[in-house]
């Protein structure tokens, strides 16, 4: 049974850093390896909005919001994707959900709350 679990959230003040981590369960390396993984945040309201992308070589592309701030990695032989979060403003406050496509599906992790206080 394929499961993506995020871990890493929490309550943080503004300016500080969190890193979050999506670990692939049920999948074997020669599937993680070549499938790009997604990190989202949806808030209360509002859509899921595409945070990070990382590439099966590790090319990452970022949301203009975040730019500079975030970075997202991967290690294959852990099938973990990161995403190092630094000065964190109240506006990124949200439940990040890691997201990637396996065997033809498409999965999600159940999300890992990031509270940022001002």
């Known amino acids: 049974q394929v499961q993506l679990v995020e871990s890493g959230g929490g309550l943080v003040q503004a300016g500080g850093s969190l890193r979050l981590s999506c670990t692939a369960r049920?999948?074997?390396?020669?599937?993680?390896?070549?499938?790009?993984i997604n990190w989202y945040r949806q808030v209360p309201g509002k859509q899921r909005e595409l945070v990070a992308r990382i590439s099966r070589n590790s090319v990452a592309d970022y949301a203009d919001s975040v730019k500079d701030r975030f970075i997202i990695s991967r290690v294959n032989a852990n099938k973990r994707v990161y995403l190092q979060m630094n000065n964190l403003k109240p506006e990124d406050a949200a439940v990040y959900y890691c997201?990637?496509?396996?065997?033809?599906?498409?999965?999600w992790g159940p999300g890992t709350q990031v509270t940022v206080s001002s």
């Open positions: 997201n990637g496509q396996f065997y033809d599906r498409d999965y």
């Open positions: 049920g999948v074997i390396t020669s599937v993680f390896n070549p499938s790009s």
